[in-house]
Structures are given as C-alpha cells and as structure tokens.
T-cell receptor
Framework: ETGVTQTPRHLVMGMTNKKSLKCEQH?????MYWYKQSAKKPLELMFV???????ENNSVPSRFSPECPNSSHLFLHLHTLQPEDSALYLC?????????????FGDGTRLSIL | GENVEQHPSTLSVQEGDSAVIKCTYSDSASNYFPWYKQELGKRPQLIIDIRSNVGEKKDQRIAVTLNKTAKHFSLHITETQPEDSAVYFCAASINKFYFGSGTKLNVKP
C-alpha cells in the first residue's frame, strides 16, 4: 500500500541540527496527522490538520513545527531536539478529522537524536 | 479526556490456538473502535473496526466484540498463524483517536 508515503525512513541528527520530515498522501483525504510512537507507550497525537488548517496541537514543544501547504502534503520541521525526542514519527490521513473514519498510516520516520 | 487501557501487553499462543486482546475505555460517548496491526518495522494497518451501534463484527479469522455497558471491546483471532505475530493496537474515538498501549502477539509454530 502506498497511500501514505513518509520520507526519510531513518534520520540521525545532532541536537543543534535542523531537519524536516515529509508526508504525502494519495488517498484524497482531507485530514492529516502527526503521531509520536515510543516503545511500550500509546501512540501520542501531536498535530491534526483539516483542509490545511491546524485543528489540534497537543501541547507539543515548539522545537517541533508542522506545516501543511496543501491537503496532500504535511511536514514536520525539527530544530534543537532533545535525546528524548528519539522515536518513530508516524504520519496518518483520514477522510475527515471528525474521528469516525479510519486513519491510514505511513511507514514512519525512525528518528535518532545524538 | 478518553482513557484506553489494553491487556495483555504480551501474549504468546501456539499456532492454531485462539488469541483474545481486550481494551477498556472511559468515555461512554466514544463511538468508533478500530484495531490496528503493526508488524516489526512496518506501518500500523487497520484490520477491523466496529461502531457503537453494532455489538459484533467478523472478518474471516478476526472478530471484534463491543460491550457498551461495560465499556470494553475485544479482538478475537482464531486459528492463529505465525504471520499473525505482530503488535496490535486498539483505539476508541470521540472526535479523535485514543490508542491503547499495544499487545505484542507471538504465535509459536
């Protein structure tokens, strides 16, 4: 399934670097999400976009900055991250952001902070 | 907000046996309950879902049951196979998804 594509798959960066994660969906969905997945913890919702407008920001530190230029693309800009930010970052999309439709996930970006 | 608890955290069964994973939720207004399977190094994939107006749904070897009164729902996998080995996540949704912490299922051949 190539409905939701994330790049890069792996990223190693130092705490002073700036990098961006990219997500693209080819499903014609109107909502896109960023999640953080850490070992043995529930998926943590970070941001929700509906029709390119941010509708939720779950108290995420400002070192994570999302961008949604159109309904098919979503970015997560990273700067001055901390070691505890090392995790798998998953992008997802759904028909709408109302919570009643299944979310389709990408393969994720495995992020390691040195 | 909603709180979803999932048990067990790990489950080991013999090939051919059944596996049951249970989730409880706290908000009675939750109305959509999907289950995801995540194989090692791969994306979570929806395997089955159920809405609050239905008590049970089945798809081949997989079934989900929902008890709204008790606020719990369960995933049932029959005739397990080694390729069923993965981490399974439940979620309860009221405007947004609240995920359980996952169950690592190991099916021994």
């Amino acid at each position: 399934e190539t409905g939701v594509t994330q790049t890069p798959r792996h990223l190693v960066m130092g705490m002073t670097n700036k990098k961006s994660l990219k997500c693209e969906q080819h499903l014609g969905h109107n909502a896109m999400y960023w999640y953080k997945q850490s070992a043995k913890k529930p998926l943590e919702l970070m941001f929700v976009y509906s029709l390119e407008e941010r509708v939720e920001n779950n108290s995420v530190p400002s070192r994570f900055s999302p961008e949604c230029p159109n309904s098919s693309h979503l970015f997560l800009h990273l700067h001055t991250l901390q070691p505890e930010d090392s995790a798998l970052y998953l992008c997802a999309s759904s028909q709408d952001s109302g919570g009643a439709q299944p979310q389709h996930f990408g393969d994720g970006t495995r992020l390691s902070i040195l | 907000g909603e709180n979803v608890e999932q048990h067990p955290s790990t489950l080991s069964v013999q090939e051919g046996d059944s596996a049951v994973i249970k989730c409880t939720y706290s908000d009675s207004a939750s109305n959509y309950f999907p289950w995801y399977k995540q194989e090692l190094g791969k994306r979570p994939q929806l395997i089955i879902d159920i809405r609050s107006n239905v008590g049970e749904k089945k798809d081949q070897r997989i079934a989900v049951t929902l008890n709204k009164t008790a606020k719990h729902f369960s995933l049932h996998i029959t005739e397990t196979q080694p390729e069923d080995s993965a981490v399974y996540f439940c979620a309860a949704s009221i405007n947004k998804f609240y995920f359980g912490s996952g169950t690592k299922l190991n099916v021994k051949p």
